[in-house]
């Protein structure tokens, strides 16, 4: 059992090394993999300012995706996803998968797909360790979400969060200018989730529709006005809201329908949440062997080399539901270590 989120998932990560007598080494920045006779056969990295030549019995590569290089984000995502938030670490630049594609490592799955959700607008531009949790907002099934244009874009009701914040960032940085706000009124105040009552966020608040339509200075007032009003004028009130089951309390007959949770915006006070995309991870990955070894693009095993985590591809396509990055990286993560010790000692014992 892990408490205490990220930090408290790395601090149970080096306890378990202390106690097996593993060293870490920190500031160390992994530029190549090092190979012999076609087998890898330890890294190359820059330690705390030095090159050193790393031997080992076998490397187990697990430095994430490419979420943080603008350049491959561009290359690979497409056009627009230059200006995305990053909501993890700076680190995670595709080096790994760069290291790997350069010895014949073959790529596998949706390499124009990523993991991005709805983050603050003003966020920082990458994670900060200290604010990161706060810049999410995933309470829009409870509201609507309009552009730059006035307009709603997506069904924020489609199903429960957990199985759409992971697509409805891309759907944000395809809006005009690259941002949304998320409008709420009081009946649902108190549903929202407690980043919302966070310092470092963007919000707007209003005593009536006409004020909130003004205070949103970069969306086209009328239409805003218009499509609360037709909002409002579709919500299937016979039906109870219920944010505890697919409630089927639709908002239909729409360009775009909300398919639950719809409450007209109509109970002052009104409160407006500016949002932009926060990419979390990318799909694009390495194919891996059933026990965790990396595949050439000749479909053979790469004797010494094997991946984790977000370095793995094929597992996911266009979505993904909650808690899986962390499950792949436990899953896999244990599965390549597994194979790399029997790897390297079986190795040992040959040589
Ligand atoms: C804000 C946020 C919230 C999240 N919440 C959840 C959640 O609630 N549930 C869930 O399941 N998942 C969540 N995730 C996703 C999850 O954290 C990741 O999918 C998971 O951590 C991936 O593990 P990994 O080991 O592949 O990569 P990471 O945990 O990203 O680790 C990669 C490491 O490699 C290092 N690295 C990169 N390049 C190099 C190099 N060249 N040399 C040396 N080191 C390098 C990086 O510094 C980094 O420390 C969240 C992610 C973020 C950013």
Redesign the pocket.
């Known amino acids: 059992m892990v408490r205490g989120g990220g930090p408290g998932l790395i601090e149970a990560l080096y306890n378990a090394a202390g106690k097996r007598g593993i060293d870490v080494l920190c500031d160390?920045?992994?530029r190549d993999l090092m190979c012999c006779d076609g087998a890898v056969s330890g890294v190359t990295a820059r330690v705390q300012g030095t090159t050193r030549a790393i031997a080992a019995g076998a490397v187990v590569l697990?430095?994430?995706g490419f979420e943080a290089n603008t350049e491959w984000r561009t290359r690979y995502l497409g056009r627009g996803w230059d200006l995305a938030k990053v909501?993890?670490?700076k680190?995670?630049?595709g080096?790994?998968l760069a290291m790997a594609l350069r010895i014949g490592a073959q790529p596998c799955g949706h390499w124009s797909g990523c993991h991005a959700v709805g983050w603050e607008r003003y966020a920082t531009d990458f994670?900060d360790l200290a604010l990161?949790?706060g810049f999410q907002r995933h309470s829009y099934p409870f509201g609507i979400m309009v552009n730059a244009d006035g307009k709603r874009f997506v069904d924020e009701g489609a199903d429960f969060r957990n199985f759409t914040y992971a697509k409805y960032g891309h759907v944000v940085l395809e809006q005009p200018g690259q941002f949304a706000w998320q409008i709420y009124d009081s009946k649902v105040l108190p549903l929202l989730r407690d980043e919302y009552r966070t310092r470092r966020v963007t919000k707007v608040k209003a005593d009536s529709i006409e004020e909130l339509a003004d205070k949103l200075e970069d969306v086209d007032r009328e239409q805003l006005l218009r499509t609360i009003r037709e909002f409002n004028e579709a919500v299937r009130t016979e039906v109870p809201f219920n944010p505890a089951v697919k409630d089927g309390r639709r908002a239909a007959e729409l360009a775009i329908p909300k398919s639950n949770w719809a409450n007209a915006i109509d109970a002052p006070p009104f409160e407006a949440y500016a949002v932009t995309c926060g990419v979390?991870?990318t799909f694009g990955g390495l194919r891996i062997t059933n026990e965790g070894q990396v595949v050439n693009t000749n479909h053979e095993p790469i004797p010494g080399l094997f991946a984790?985590?977000?370095?793995v591809g094929g597992l996911f396509y266009f979505n993904c539901p909650?808690?899986?990055?962390?499950?792949s990286?436990a899953v896999f993560g244990r599965l390549a270590g597994r194979s790399a010790a029997s790897f390297a000692k079986a190795r040992r014992a040959v040589t």
């Not at 909650?322 to 499950?327: K, P, S």
């Open positions: 160390a920045w992994v697990a430095c994430g909501r993890g670490t680190f995670n630049t080096d790994g994670g990161t949790p979390t991870f984790a985590g977000e370095m909650a808690a899986t990055g962390l499950t990286g």
